[in-house]
C-alpha cells in the first residue's frame, strides 16, 4: 500500500519494526489521539456516504438532517473502532469528548454538504477502492521499476468527486471532458511538498490521482473522453 511505502522511506528501521515483526504499544485502556482521529474519520466516511445515498442528496442537506445522518453511524463507528465502545464510553471524560466529537462531525458534514451546493464537481464515490481484488471499483497502479519488474499498488480514496464541464481551450465541439479530484480525509492539518513527493514520504494524493484517472478513463461511461485531475486535498476536521 501507498502508506507504507511512505513508511519505508521515512524510517526503514521502524518499518522493520512495525511490519516485518509487527511489534506494536501495550494497549492501556486510555482514550489516545489516534483513536479520536479514527473515530472521526470512520464517521465523517460514513456520513457522507450515507448523505449521497438520501433523497436530495448530499448537498441538499440542513444542520437538522446532518444531525440525523451522524446520529445514525456514529454508535455502529464507536463499537467498531472499539469493541464494546469502552474507550470512548468508559469515563465521564471519554464520554464527554466522544459526544463532543459527535457535533463536530455533524457541523463537518454540514460544511461538505455546504461546498458542494456551489461546486461543478459532485461525489462520484466514498471509500473507493483500486486494486487487485474482485470488490475494488478501480484497477491497481502500476509502477514500473525497470528490468521487466512491476509493483501494483492498492488502497482507498476518502472521496472522488467528478464534473464533466468544458474549460478554457476545450472544443465546443466533442463531448465535455470529465474532471475530477481526489480528497483526503485527515483529523489534523496536512501539508505536503515537492521534496515530501520527491522523497516518498508523502505520495498518497499522487497515487490516487493515478488511480483514479486510469479507472475513469477505462470507464465505458466515460469511453473516448479526455479525463483531467483538477485538484488534489486533504480535508481536515
Known sequence: S????????????????????NLQPRKEFVMESVDVGSLMHLVIEKATKAASESAGGIKSLDKAKCAEIVDSVFDEAVL?????????????RSSYITAKM????????????????????????????????????????????GNGFNVLLRGKVDRVD????????????????VYFRVIDYKSSAQTV???????????QLITYISAVA??????PSYAGRKVVPAAAFYYAF
Open 80 to 92: 467498531r473502532i472499539s469493541d464494546d465502545g469502552g474507550v470512548f464510553l468508559g469515563t465521564e
Open 102 to 145: 459527535k457535533r463536530i462531525a455533524e457541523n463537518e458534514l454540514n460544511n461538505i454538504s455546504n461546498q458542494l451546493q456551489f461546486n461543478m464537481l459532485q461525489p462520484y464515490g466514498f471509500e473507493v477502492k483500486y486494486g487487485f481484488e474482485e470488490d475494488d471499483s478501480l484497477p491497481p497502479v502500476k509502477v514500473d521499476c
Open 162 to 177: 467528478v464534473g464533466e464541464m468544458y474549460a478554457s481551450g476545450d472544443d465546443p465541439d466533442s463531448e465535455p471532458p
Open 2 to 21: 501507498v502508506s507504507r511505502i511512505e513508511a519505508y522511506n521515512l524510517c526503514p528501521y521502524s518499518f522493520l519494526l512495525n511490519y516485518g515483526f
Open 214 to 219: 486510469n479507472g475513469l478513463a477505462n470507464n
Open 193 to 203: 511538498t515537492i521534496g515530501d513527493i520527491v522523497n516518498g514520504v508523502k505520495i
